[in-house]
């Protein structure tokens, strides 16, 4: 499998024909007005408070990012007009994302500052006490017997399902109290450093169809920032955005043929969360393909077992309770992630359902661990699409899962294009 067989494939092409049609501005109205859509309806329905919030302001963001994405495309239409290229779409994608995540992102960190104690969601203030946690006792978790302690309706607050990397975004609240300080504003900072590295290092590699590999990069950020299911998780959650980042970083550095410094950006992944370990497990296997396994492998495996070994030695206990029982369903309390997936109806439904949904999910895994071994993949398209696909079928099939994980798919799945068109292959002797 080649970076070529990529780009002809027939998938590859008919996205390729639908995201190019009218220069992208066609799919730029569609996504922002059903974008503008989602956000209003979000706003007017949702029983979550800081989703309602979200939603009062990313329509009106959603609305103008429409609005001038029209008027570029009725200016392409005239002849000689330099205002519809890619420039203009990076500057209403920017300003989208200003003004439906960081506009929301700063807004709600501000009311929450001032007083306001409905604009969070929860995974933020987990974020924070396992940074004030790690910064008191050197372990961001939690024992048994200590969230057994806890109040029941604080006991789910005691929990935190991820690993130890995440609780660094909780030490600025740890050192003080200011909106500037809330977990958000760094999952927004590291996500768009990372982002920006990602497009940095695409548009740095030699090689015709730059301006088609252009499109198609700017085409993989909006699905990782302006897409509502990316905006709102970043304004009112934000854990899982910097770990789609590093995770889209490590891609775009395997595609430069940088395969340490990719192993490195999904190793820091890991040791944030658990979503990252198969990208980077699928990441080593096309490593070894370029005769660099154990150098990506030392960054993409060793970077979360060096985060994990410190709170192991503090609390080995409490970290199978937070990192293991509780995602699995075997903690004080029932995980809230009960989004209807097929994994979670079957878990609730039949009997011995979360048996079931966990044999069909091994299944799964075993049969991706085959084709992996059978066929590895040579390419950083083909990575991200077996990492997309993978997730999504493990999304589908926990019975434990949230809407806002397909994420994770939805940008591996897009990106592919922009990796493929960008790829490097290695030198072949003649």
């Known amino acids: 499998m080649t970076a070529d067989a990529d780009r002809t494939a027939p998938a590859f092409r008919r996205w390729q024909a639908v995201d190019t049609a009218g220069g992208g501005l066609p799919l730029d109205l569609g996504l922002y007005a059903v974008s503008a859509v989602f956000a209003a309806v979000t706003a007017a329905t949702s029983t979550l408070l800081p989703h309602r919030a979200w939603g009062t302001l990313a329509t009106i963001g959603y609305a103008l990012a429409a609005l001038a994405a029209g008027q570029l495309l009725a200016r392409r239409r005239r002849p000689g007009t330099s205002l519809a ?9 920017g300003f989208a994302w200003a003004a439906t995540a960081l506009l929301p992102v700063v807004a709600q960190s501000m009311q929450r500052a001032a007083g306001r104690t409905d604009r969070a969601q929860e995974e933020v203030i987990v974020v924070e006490h396992a940074g004030a946690r790690l910064a008191e006792h050197g372990t961001p978790y939690l024992g048994h017997d200590a969230i057994a302690a806890l109040p029941p309706a604080e006991q789910l607050l005691g929990y935190t399902p991820y690993q130890p990397g995440m609780a660094l975004f909780g030490l600025p609240r740890a050192a003080a109290d200011a909106w500037w300080t809330d977990a958000r504003v760094w999952f927004a900072l590291v996500t768009a450093l990372a982002l920006a590295a990602a497009v940095l290092t695409l548009r740095a590699t030699a090689g015709p169809g730059a301006p088609r590999r252009e499109a198609a990069g700017l085409r993989a950020v909006q699905a990782a920032t ?12 934000g854990d899982d955005l910097p770990v789609l980042a590093l995770c889209l970083l490590a891609l775009a550095l395997a595609a430069a043929g940088r395969p340490g410094r990719a192993g490195l950006a999904v190793g ?8 990252a370990w198969p990208v980077a497990v699928v990441l080593v296997c096309w490593a070894v393909t370029r005769r660099a396994g154990l150098r990506t492998a030392l960054g993409a495996l060793g970077l979360p077992v060096l985060a994990l070994l410190p709170v192991l030695l503090v609390d080995r206990d409490a970290l ?4 293991l029982q509780f995602p699995l369903g075997h903690g004080l309390v029932t995980s809230p992630a009960q989004s209807p997936f097929p994994g979670h109806l079957i878990a609730s439904a039949l009997p011995a359902g979360r048996v079931v949904a966990a044999a069909l999910l091994g299944a799964v895994a075993v049969a991706i661990a085959v084709w992996l071994l059978r066929r590895p993949p040579r390419t950083a398209a083909t990575t991200a699409l077996i990492c997309g696909y993978g997730l999504l079928a493990a999304i589908l099939l926990m019975p434990s899962t949230r809407f806002g994980y397909l994420l994770y798919p939805i940008a591996l799945l897009v990106t592919a294009p ?6 490097r292959r290695p030198e072949v002797a003649p």
């Open 226 to 237: 302006v897409l509502p299911v990316c905006a709102l998780t970043l304004a009112t959650g």
């Open 85 to 93: 290229g890619l420039p203009a779409r990076w500057a209403v994608t």
């Open 320 to 323: 199978v309770e937070n990192v």
């Open 418 to 423: 922009a990796l493929a068109l960008a790829e």
């Open 268 to 275: 820091v992944a890991g040791a944030l969360k658990l979503f």
